[in-house]
């Protein structure tokens, strides 16, 4: 007999991750991140090594979407952790500012107390049901810091799902058409103040 999937078979649920279940699903939650941002296959190979030493950051917290059915998959992960000055982005977006004409108090004070959105990635299938807007305020629940940081590619007139979803929720520009040594694409970077309503 032919079963029909009712919404609750279908609907993926938001999980908290461990860095334990994350490591488990590191191939999983890598495929997810290649097939969102549309990168080669392969790219996930050199992100492994990254993902596994950021899980051990303080401040590491990462959520995820699972789909209700035998096997369980992942169709949606985010993760992010405290920003430091030691860390290269840190250090990164502070040249940045200062390059841009901040003053090295006032980039002192925006990265003084920020957690880093690091990954935000939803399956292409998944897209477009507010997972991703649900993922971003579970794992922003509750932070102790002050804000939330985040680099995101430049894109003509902030026209795709991610700079949508970062405006709805408030995010505002702190660098724009940033690159990052090492890599020529232009990237946002954007903050939001914390608590996250
Ligand atoms: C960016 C990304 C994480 C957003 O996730 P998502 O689940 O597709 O996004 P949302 O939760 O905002 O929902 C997308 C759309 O569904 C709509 N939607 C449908 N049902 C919804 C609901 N119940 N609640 C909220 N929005 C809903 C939204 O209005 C939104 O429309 P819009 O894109 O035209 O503004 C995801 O599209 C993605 O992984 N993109 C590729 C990778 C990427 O760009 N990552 C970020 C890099 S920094």
Redesign the pocket.
Known sequence: MRTVATDAETTPYLVDLSAQEIRRRLPEALA??VD???YPQGTEYHRAPMWSEHVLRPGWRGVGAILPTEESPLV?V?YGYRGARHQWWHQQVRDGLLRSGASAEHADFILADYFE?T??????S???????????RRLLSDRPERSVL????EVEGEN???????R?LGFEDVLRNFTFAGDRRPFAVLARALPFE
């Open positions: 997810i991140y969102a941002m549309g949606a985010a959105l990954e935000l990635h939803v399956s292409p998944a897209q477009g049901h507010g997972l991703g807007d649900a993922l971003t985040l680099s995101t590619p795709n799902r991610a700079w949508r979803l970062y709805r």
